[in-house]
Nanobody, 122 residues
Framework: VQLQAFGGGLVQAGGSLRLSCAAS????????MGWFRQAPGKEREFVAA???????YYADSVKGRFTISRDKAKNTVYLQMNSLKPEDTAVYYC?????????????????WGQGTLVTVSS
């Protein structure tokens, strides 16, 4: 079972990026999917999640700027990031967890991707 996140890069403040997380080894259509991020010297924090049924959740810091979505046929989850700020700079990780847990809790996710670096310059 593998989650592979990609799409990170360097972008100027105000710009956009779309992250993708491709799952392989099993289908995650019945799983909740989440995005977390970790900035240097900080703990990994919740960014966004989408339940198996399509309900979305966002951290207050990204609400209105980021959009999470999923394509079950492709076993892929996306994070569209708009109006990026320097404080969004971090390694972004995708995760998958069985349905029914609290979306913002790291411990409820069973599988993690390797992370992709997003750098936002001012």
């Amino acid at each position: 079972v593998q989650l592979q996140a990609f799409g990170g890069g360097l972008v100027q403040a105000g710009g956009s990026l779309r992250l993708s997380c491709a799952a392989s080894g099993r289908t995650f259509s019945s799983y909740d999917m989440g995005w977390f991020r970790q900035a240097p010297g900080k703990e990994r924090e919740f960014v966004a999640a989408i339940s198996w049924s399509g309900i979305t959740y966002y951290a207050d810091s990204v609400k209105g700027r980021f959009t999470i979505s999923r394509d079950k046929a492709k076993n892929t989850v996306y994070l569209q990031m708009n109006s990026l700020k320097p404080e969004d700079t971090a390694v972004y990780y995708c995760a998958a967890g069985r349905a029914g847990g609290s979306s913002w809790l790291k411990g409820r996710y069973d599988y993690w991707g390797q992370g992709t670096l997003v750098t936002v310059s001012s």
